[in-house]
C-alpha cells in the first residue's frame, strides 16, 4: 500500500504515531551507527538503550508500523530526555531526532498517554498564565522588593525596548539577581525599556517541550500583542528557552510576521558594549562560560556571550573542555528536573566536574534554569572538595564589572 494512503488512514483512524508516522522517511533514516549514545546525556548517565535516541527511535518506529503501541512505559522512555538537540546535531545521517521526539510526545498527548505531572504543569499555565500557582500580579515581587524603587518607572506605556523576564526569574527568588542585573544595567546605560508586569505571560515553552503545542497559540497572540502596543523596537529575553520560542516558534504558532526584533540578553548586552554605553572595570578571576542548550545549539548564539565576558578588564577566560555544538547539557531541559530529578541531578554533577577541571573561579551562564541545576550540583562538590566556585549569569558578571569600573577597584 502507498504509504501516502497508509499515512491518511492513520492520521483519520487517529491511531497511534499518527504524527510521527508523517514525517515519512525521517523516521526510517537512522543507520543505528550508535554515535548518539556517546553524546546522548541521558544514556551516558543510564546506559539503558531504550532512553538512548536510537533505542526511542526504534521503539516509535515500531509503534509506527503497528507492532506495538504507545503505553505508559514507553512514555517514560519518550520524555526521560532534556531535548538538548546533540543527538540531532552530531546524526550522521541528518536525521532530524528533535522533530521526530517532539512528534512522539504530541502523539502521546492526542492518546493520553504522557505523564501525568504534565497536566498539573498544563493547569497551572492555564490558570496562572505561568509555571507556577502564584497569582500573576507577582511577577514584579523581585522589584518591588528593592529598597527605593519606583515601580512606575519600570512600567511604561511606550518603550524602546521591551525586557521580557520569563516565568523562573520572576517568580524564583533564587533567579532574581538575574532580572535585578539587567534592569540595574539598562538604567546605568540609558536604555529606553520597559518590563511588562502581569501582562507578561509564559512563553509556552514548557507546554511546545512536553508535546502540547495546541495549547501555546493564545499566549504567543497575547504577548506578540502586548509588546505591539509599547510602540517596541525591540524585545530582549534573558532565558534562552523564552528567546527560542519567541524567534523560532511564534512566528509559525500564529502564522504572523513579528514587527520587531527579537534578542537575546547577551546579544543586547554585546551590543551596549560596542555602543560604548556601558564602562566596564576589572573583574580579576578566571571565568568560564557554559552554553545553554537553547542558546548554543538550538539557537546559534555562541560568539556574542564570549565576547560580553573577553571584554571585560581582568578575567581570565578559559574554555570548557566541551563547548560551543559539543557542550554538554546541564541536565535542566525537557522538563526531566520535573519528571525524573535523580536523573537531571546526576547529569548536573557531570557538568561541575567539568568547571572543576578548569580551574575556574566564576562560572558564567546566560540561562537562569543551567544556572540553577549547575548551582546545586557545585554546592554538591564544594562540600565534597572543599573548592570554591561562583556561579553567575551573564548580567551579573557585567553589573559586577560595572560596578567595579565606578569604585575604581576590581573585585
Known sequence: MPEQMITKQKKEKKQDGARVFSKGDDLYACSRCGTCLSICPVYKNTLDEGVSPRGKLSLIEAVSNEKIGYTSKLSDKVYTCTMCNYCTKECPSGVKIDELFKSARQDLVDDKKYPDILDLLKEKIRKAYNVTFDTNQGRLDWLKQIPGIEVSEYLKETAEVVYFVGCVSSFSPRSFAIPRAITGIFKQSGVDFTLLGEDEWCCGFPLLSSGMADQVKDFALHNIQTVESKGAKILVTSCPSCFNTWAHEYGELTGKKIP??????????????????????????????????????????????????????????????????????CGGGGNLESLNPELAAKIAEGKADEIYSTGAEIAVSTCQQCERTMNNAIRKKKNESGTKVKVADLSELVLQSMESAGSGQGR
Open 260 to 329: 520587531f526584533e527579537i534578542m537575546h540578553v547577551s546579544q543586547f548586552l554585546a551590543k551596549l558594549i560596542e555602543e560604548k554605553k556601558i564602562k566596564l572595570g576589572p573583574v580579576n578571576a578566571k571565568v568560564t562560560y557554559h552554553d545553554p542548550c537553547d542558546l548554543g545549539r538550538n539557537s546559534g548564539i555562541f560568539e556574542e556571550p564570549r565576547k560580553v565576558i573577553k571584554s571585560i578588564p581582568g578575567v581570565d577566560f578559559v574554555e570548557l573542555p566541551a563547548k560551543g555544538l559539543q557542550a554538554n547539557c
